[in-house]
């Protein structure tokens, strides 16, 4: 005889109708959002790999962004001693016109008028070429004793960049030291613009090797970037077409709880019915 005061099959037919509403929930959910995992208990494994993936991909487009500032400082650093190897190059041409012994004292004098200008205007070159606020040439800023910048996702992952002090008395070319108002003092100076020539050119090349090396770490950082974000994709990404027929499956499989439960709830009335 038939059980009137515990409804078993409408409490069955419920517990199936909250699975699928679950289900069919769990599926909008991932279908609205795109991911497969929106809470832990979706793939806790993969949410963990997942989560450390996402902060490497956070890491790598940090550690672009200092390649790129690196190579800007380096860029404007090389700006600058272009500026100076170009005027070092007119201070050689007046020291060798100068040293001429067809050349006047007066000449001399109005020779060294411009030479002196130049001096001072190669100091205020280096002291001007700034990043950030800081002088990069005249030896004062931290770039003169090296700086490191993190370029990937593990603090050993640093290029060290060090930007030499190119100003005169650095170089050997400052008013205390040479000038050209007299010929043997233009002889002098020759040599000295020379050498000085020589050290902006080798400072120059490694600002250069070291922008290359920038440029080819920026490369690789990109790549690292693209990958990473593909395997997190892999792991994260809903499957629209799976989940839409999973959701396809619940809805059906709810309307027929719905309907279980509706005919369930009835029974009691109907065999209620029979006794009377």
């Known amino acids: 005889m038939p059980v009137i005061s515990t409804n078993t099959?409408?409490?069955?037919?419920?517990?199936?109708?909250?699975?699928?509403?679950?289900?069919?929930?769990?599926?909008?959910?991932?279908?609205?959002?795109?991911?497969?995992?929106?809470?832990?208990?979706d793939d806790a494994a993969g949410l963990a790999i997942s989560t450390g993936l996402s902060s490497d991909v956070t890491t790598l487009n940090q550690a672009a962004t200092n390649a790129s500032q690196a190579s800007s400082i380096l860029q404007i650093a090389d700006g600058g001693m272009s500026n100076i190897a170009d005027i070092l190059e007119r201070m050689k041409a007046l020291a060798t016109q100068s040293n001429s012994g067809s050349v006047t004292d007066d000449q001399r004098t109005y020779l060294q008028a411009e030479f002196s200008e130049l001096q001072e205007e190669i100091?205020?070159?280096?002291?001007?070429?700034?990043?950030?606020?800081?002088?990069?040439?005249?030896?004062?800023?931290?770039?003169?004793?090296?700086?490191?910048?993190?370029?990937?996702?593990?603090?050993?992952?640093?290029?060290?960049?060090?930007?030499?002090?190119?100003?005169?008395?650095?170089?050997?070319?400052?008013?205390?030291?040479?000038?050209?108002?007299?010929?043997?003092?233009?002889?002098?100076?020759?040599?000295?613009?020379?050498?000085?020539?020589?050290?902006?050119?080798?400072?120059?090349?490694?600002?250069?090797?070291?922008?290359?090396?920038?440029?080819?770490?920026?490369?690789?950082?990109?790549?690292?970037?693209?990958?990473?974000?593909?395997?997190?994709?892999?792991?994260?990404?809903?499957?629209?077409?799976?989940?839409?027929?999973k959701l396809s499956s619940a809805e059906v499989k709810t309307q027929a709880a719905i309907a279980a439960l509706s005919s369930a709830n009835e029974m009691p009335q109907n065999l209620l019915d029979l006794l009377r």
């Open 9 to 41: 099959a409408a409490n069955s037919a419920l517990r199936f109708l909250n699975a699928n509403s679950s289900e069919q929930s769990s599926s909008l959910s991932k279908i609205a959002s795109g991911s497969r995992i929106n809470k832990a208990s």
């Open 123 to 245: 100091d205020g070159i280096a002291k001007g070429t700034r990043y950030n606020g800081e002088s990069l040439l005249d030896g004062t800023g931290s770039m003169a004793s090296g700086v490191d910048f993190m370029v990937g996702t593990s603090t050993t992952d640093v290029i060290s960049v060090t930007i030499d002090n190119v100003d005169t008395t650095e170089l050997g070319v400052d008013a205390s030291t040479i000038n050209v108002g007299t010929q043997s003092d233009a002889q002098a100076a020759l040599t000295a613009i020379d050498a000085a020539i020589d050290t902006v050119s080798s400072s120059r090349a490694e600002i250069g090797a070291s922008m290359s090396r920038f440029e080819f770490r920026a490369d690789t950082i990109a790549t690292s970037i693209e990958n990473t974000e593909a395997a997190n994709s892999a792991i994260t990404d809903t499957d629209v077409a799976t989940e839409q027929t």
